[in-house]
């Protein structure tokens, strides 16, 4: 069963295409790694799923639901960006419970949702801190947790890592991992770093140009790259 299919999707910022009749299917359950340089069209994609562009042209399908004109509340998708984006004057715990409330979930089956998610992030000692009292590490714990407290279907995480220093990275990256393996939620995630795609991939797409240029598994990308430029980002033995 496919739980992301993307057909022929083309998104403009003017005259420039940045996405050009973009196909793509992920499955459920599936860790997808969307990796490719700087500017070739990834975040502008993830915001496309999210619902977060209006579309050019071409259809967006979530667990079978044509959601192309769905607004993004209704996609059953949770994002996790770059920067935190969480809201500076409210605690941890506030920052979390945030969306729950305006969706009025009762407040005994926020605490649950609340208290699941920061066992699962390991940040239950944080839950009454503010923002600034946290280090970059445990910002981006609880910006996951914010997806994680939401039951999403789907997560997309947009470069989660890349403000974060290298040793933090790959500790984060075991979570992400370990994450996914516990949830075993459909997760699309962006990044431009080959070892984090290599390591947290069950697929990886190489994106260029707003084209995915190859889709298939890290050791089939790496072992047997469709191109010259596959192989070239890849680094793979020539
Ligand atoms: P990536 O995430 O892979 O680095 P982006 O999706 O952010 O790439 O950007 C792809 C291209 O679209 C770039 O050329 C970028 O300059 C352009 N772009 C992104 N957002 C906008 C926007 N809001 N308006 C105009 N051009 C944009
Ligand atoms: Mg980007």
């Known amino acids: 069963m496919t739980s992301v299919s993307i057909r022929d999707l083309t998104l403009k910022f003017g005259s420039l295409e940045v996405l050009k009749s973009l196909n793509l299917d992920i499955d459920e359950g599936e860790f997808l790694v969307l990796l490719g340089p700087s500017g070739c069209g990834k975040s502008t994609l993830l915001n496309c799923i999210a619902g977060l562009l209006d579309i050019s042209d071409g259809q967006i399908f979530i667990g079978g639901n044509n959601v192309t004109w769905s607004e993004p509340s209704e996609r059953g998708i949770g994002m996790v960006f770059q920067s935190y984006a969480l809201y500076p004057q409210m605690t941890v715990e506030g920052n979390l419970a945030f969306g729950l409330k305006n969706a009025r979930m009762p407040k005994d089956q926020i605490a649950e949702r609340i208290a699941r998610a920061a066992e699962v992030l390991q940040i239950e000692p944080l839950l009454k801190r503010k923002p600034a009292q946290l280090s970059g590490g445990q910002r981006q714990r609880v910006a996951i947790g914010r997806a994680l407290v939401r039951d999403v279907d789907v997560f997309l995480f947009d470069e989660p890592l890349s403000n974060l220093d290298a040793k933090l990275r790959a500790e984060l990256r075991v979570e992400i991992k ?51 430029y596959v192989a070239g980002f890849m680094g793979s033995p020539g």
Do not use: F, S
């Not at 069950?202 to 298939?216: C, E, K, S, T, V």
């Open 178 to 228: 370990r994450l996914h393996h516990r949830l075993k939620n459909t997760m699309i995630y962006v990044t431009h770093d080959q070892i984090e795609a290599l390591t947290l991939a069950d697929r990886i797409a190489i994106m260029r140009n707003g084209i995915i240029q190859q889709l298939d598994t890290p050791h089939e990308i790496y072992n047997r790259p469709v191109n010259l």
